[in-house]
């Protein structure tokens, strides 16, 4: 039997896309009864629900071998960790936010400030850099209820900026930008049998990671056109060409990103092509 593989999965708000993203790469997560221990469809594997912040943690210490947590949590807690793969999901913003009211000019005031967030040692350094006069309260969520009455300012992470409006909050700068990523502690990566099976992990998510982004064309052509409808379709290297049964024609795909859609199959109209079909694909692995 191999060695375990102990992953940390992340609590909160970015579970629902990893767990979605593991089981579209084939990787079944089943809830058992101890709820923080699910059992994954992974050989020699064992997982562990934890915080984002935490994972990491756990990953610098080395109880945890692989991991998904946001990069603002690793820059928080200046984690020395690998990162193996941005999956680009849950992307956030850490900015700092402050009432309308108390700006002047769009500009913070020139006073002590209190500035409230989760992201001490982030906030900290954002003070010292934008040369403020404040002290920081740490905030152990909802970061975004304590103005006005307990602190003037805020730095917490958004995704649309629609929270902060809610509660009449006007970002004035950002500190970084943030995404789900998968990380592996430098133990598990120095190991060449553990480096591999995070490695085949994160080519399993990529190839789904890489399916979502783009889309199955298939199209006919006939030999007089066939030239001008490759020429339009893109693909990843070049588009497959198969000859249709006993007219001289040709079946043309190729795996096209989703965004040029509104180009190509005009496009393919245009060049001659018919019988234009569209298909969503599960997995590429290049």
Known sequence: MSEILRI????????????????????????????????????ASEVKILKPQNIIEMLVAGSRDVGFAGADWVAELSADVVEVLDTGLDPVELVAAAPGALLDGGRLPRR??????????????????RGLEASCVRSFGATEV????????IVDSTATGATLQANGLVIVDSLLRSSTRLYASPAAWADPVRRRRVEDIALLLASVLEARRRVMVEVNASGECLERVVAVLPSMRRPTVSPLYGNGSYAVKAAVPRETLPRVIPALKAAGGTDVVVSTLSQIVP
Do not use: N, Q
């Not at 993203?21 to 809830?31: E, Q």
């Not at 002590?112 to 850099?129: D, F, K, M």
């Not at 304590?146 to 300012?153: S, W």
């Open 8 to 43: 940390g999965l992340p609590k909160g708000r970015m579970e629902r896309a990893v767990l979605e993203l593991l089981s579209d790469a084939g990787v079944r997560v089943t809830p058992t009864a101890r709820g923080y221990r699910p059992h994954v469809g992974l050989e």
């Open 112 to 129: 002590h400030l209190v500035v409230a967030s989760e992201y001490a040692c982030l906030t900290s350094a954002w003070i010292a850099r």
């Open 146 to 153: 304590f103005p006005p009455e307990d602190a003037d300012v």
